[in-house]
Structure formats: C-alpha cells, structure tokens
C-alpha cells in the first residue's frame, strides 16, 4: 500500500510542486482545495490527485477530509502568505492562518489519527533582525514585522503546543525566501520575470516598475524547498523547529540584474514606485540551517540563474497561453 500525503494548499505555487515530487516518490496524494480555488497550478497532474473540497474554516470539512484521506504524512501550507496584503487585511490574515490550523489540528485529534505533520512556518517571523544576529539560526529572537509574520509565529507556537499537549507529530520549518516557476505575480522575482515577459512580447513599454532593491534576501528554489518538506517527516523530531534556507543572501537589485541579463530585449529602464514600498521591511534575512542539514543531510541543488531562468520562461509560455485564447 502507498503511503498516503495530504497537502493543504495543494493548488498554491508550493503545493503544486509538493505534490510533483510526492507522485514521483510513489504517494497517494490528497489535496484539499477550496470550491473557487483556480487550479492552473496542478491542471496538468489533476488526474492522479484526489481533491477534496474543502475549507481551512471550517472545521467540519476538515475533519470529513481528515477521515477520508486518512493521511500518513500532512503538509500544512494553506495561509495567505503575501506580506503586503496582511498590512491591508491584517484581521483576515490572522483568521485564515491561525484559525485554519487551529481546525486542521483539532481535525486530526478528533479523528484518533497520528500522521506526522509538517507546519510551514516562515523566516518572517524573525522580523527585525539585528547585524550581529545574522545568519539566523531557529534560537534568535522572534520579532516579526508585518500581521502575516505574527500568524506565522503563532501557527509555530501552536504546533509546538499541539505536540507538548496530544503528542501530535508536529515538526516546523521556517522556509526563507523560495521562488520559481509558477509563483504568484504579486511576489517581487515572479513580479519583475512578468514584467520583462510583458515587454519581450511588447505588451509594456520597456521600464520596470521596482520598490524596495536594497533588501537582501536569502533565495532558494522551490523544487529544492518541497524535496526539504518531506525530509522533514521522514528524518526530524516532532516539536523541533528547521531552517530551510541557502545560506547566502543576494539583494533584490541583484535578482533584477540577473533577470535582466536573461531577457530577450536590452535597454530596459528601472523605475521606483512609491506604491510598492512596505510600511516596514525587513533588511536583511540570512538564514543558518544546520540543524536541518544534519537532521537530512538535504542540501540545495539547483543554482539561482536556472531558478530565474525556469520563472522567466514560466512567465513567456504563460503570455503566450493567455495571448491564444
């Protein structure tokens, strides 16, 4: 019998691929997706998924989900993870995090289950971040700087809760920055491969429209981030906490740089927009992932010029696409 998986958020950029990799590894692969949920992401996989329609707030659903998928392994990525929107929604943002797990946890206590359980937790928890503190390990202080950290700290803190009081098998990871092909539009690589996408295809005039350049981030690719989920139950401790990360930071205006060294069309401007710059931001996350490396021996493979190449291409086959119809 295969072992049985089920992602939440297996429509989202990261679900999406999870569910590639858990396929190829010989899983049986359940997703929960809410009825309006758009499914490009996992159109082309869709026949070897069973989906289940569901909501994070609804605990009812969860628990008929929880029941007939009867899961071994849980991925727990559903949230509203686009920072700047919890600045506009903060209240929503709190409910759709912290409240989605709260019900996927007492869903599967209610049901007697003991899947393992991987929380995706995130490096914006650690928020303001001070020199001497970097790279970041999982013991530095969590200050978060936007609603949408704080529902990650609290997510953390419930899983860890969840594992002290039921024993589930909780175990967290704080992914750092992750990107590739199939990204949300709104998030700032998969924003500036779109814009560049737009003016090879003469859809936009030749300038990019950026906000912040000088954040440093530390990158990684999504394929590697999912391959680092399921080592995560297969090899780390319930109630730990794990940095997934590069351990090297590269700053925005240098992802705009490579991107444009792949483009098609030269000469393109950059232009700042006073729209796209956050309340607060974090400077810098460089993140240590040691103990994560020990745990699984996982090591990033794929290098970030192929990660950006890969979103590039994502975003030309898409235009194309949305052209034809």
């Known amino acids: 019998m295969a072992e049985k998986a089920l992602i939440t958020g297996i429509t989202g950029f990261v679900g999406s691929h999870l569910a590639e990799l858990l396929l190829a590894k010989g899983l049986e692969v359940h997703g929960i997706k809410r009825w309006r949920s758009r499914t490009d992401n996992i159109d082309h996989i869709r026949g070897k998924l069973l989906l289940h329609d569901a909501d994070m707030r609804d605990l009812h659903s969860l628990m008929v989900t929880i029941d007939e998928s ?25 409910e759709t995090n912290i409240t989605g797990t709260v019900h996927l946890f007492e869903a599967v206590r209610r049901s007697g289950r003991d899947p393992r359980i991987q929380v995706a937790g995130s490096s914006e928890e650690y928020g303001l971040v001070r020199p001497d503190e970097v790279p970041i390990t999982e013991k530095n202080p969590l200050r978060p700087l936007s609603p949408y950290g704080v529902s990650k700290v609290a997510t953390d803190l419930l899983a860890f809760q969840y594992f002290r009081s039921y024993g589930m098998k909780t175990v967290i990871t704080r992914a750092f920055n992750h990107t590739g092909p199939r990204r949300g ?19 936009r005039a030749p300038v990019i429209s950026v906000g912040n350049l000088e954040a440093q981030r530390d990158f990684t690719d999504v394929r590697d981030v999912v391959r680092a989920y399921l080592l995560a139950l297969q090899k780390c ?89």
């Open 237 to 325: 401790e319930p109630g730990q906490t794990y940095n997934i990360c590069s351990e090297k930071t590269l700053r925005i205006q240098e992802v705009l740089d490579l991107l444009l060294t792949l483009s098609k069309k030269k000469n393109i401007k950059v232009e700042r927009d006073p729209a796209r710059m956050r309340p607060s931001d974090v400077e810098i996350l460089l993140g240590n992932c040691s103990k994560f490396k020990k745990a699984t021996g996982w090591a990033p493979e794929i290098p970030f010029k192929r990660t950006m190449g890969d979103l590039l291409d994502f975003w030309r086959r898409r235009l194309e696409a949305e052209s034809c119809h």
């Open 185 to 203: 539009e709104v998030f700032v690589t998969s924003n500036f491969a779109k814009q560049i996408a737009e003016i090879e295809k003469g859809t």
């Open 70 to 94: 009867a899961p071994d392994y849980i991925f727990h990525l559903a949230s509203q993870s686009f920072v700047p929107m919890s600045w506009k929604a903060p209240a929503d943002t709190l």
